[in-house]
């Protein structure tokens, strides 16, 4: 069975930081790109960064450029996501998923439930 389990979600104040996991199992972790997506109330979602298995690229949205790191731990099967100097504006449900393909790949072949992060002003 295929799962992705996101965990390290919560109530931060703004300036705090908080690290996401993505425990993956079920399939060839290394050959899948690993994403991390968020949808705030009321809006879209949209993607916030994710780490390819190829060559290990990462790539992230500008909003959170310079301030969240995404790091994959292939022996546990887990990819991070180290989130600094949160804003009120990350708020989000956060969720992992998985591209056979690519980062840029249109659909996602596997996702997780997700974890609530919200950042208090």
């Known amino acids: 069975e295929v799962q992705l389990v996101e965990s390290g979600g919560g109530l931060v104040q703004a300036g705090g930081s908080l690290r996401l996991s993505c425990a993956a199992s079920?399939?060839?972790?290394?050959?899948?790109?690993i994403g991390w997506f968020r949808q705030a109330p009321g809006k879209e979602r949209e993607g916030v960064s994710c780490?390819?298995?190829?060559?290990?690229?990462?790539y992230y949205v500008d909003s959170v450029k310079g301030r969240f790191t995404i790091s994959s731990d292939n022996a546990k099967n887990t990819v991070y996501l180290q989130m600094n100097s949160l804003k009120p504006e990350d708020t989000a449900v956060y969720y992992c998923?998985?591209?056979?393909?690519?980062?840029?790949?249109?659909?996602?072949?596997?996702w997780g439930q997700g974890t609530q992060v919200t950042v208090s002003s």
């Open positions: 998923a998985a591209s056979g393909s690519s980062c840029g790949a249109y659909e996602y072949d596997y």
């Open positions: 780490i390819s298995s190829s060559d290990g690229s990462t």
């Open positions: 079920g399939f060839t972790f290394d050959d899948y790109a």
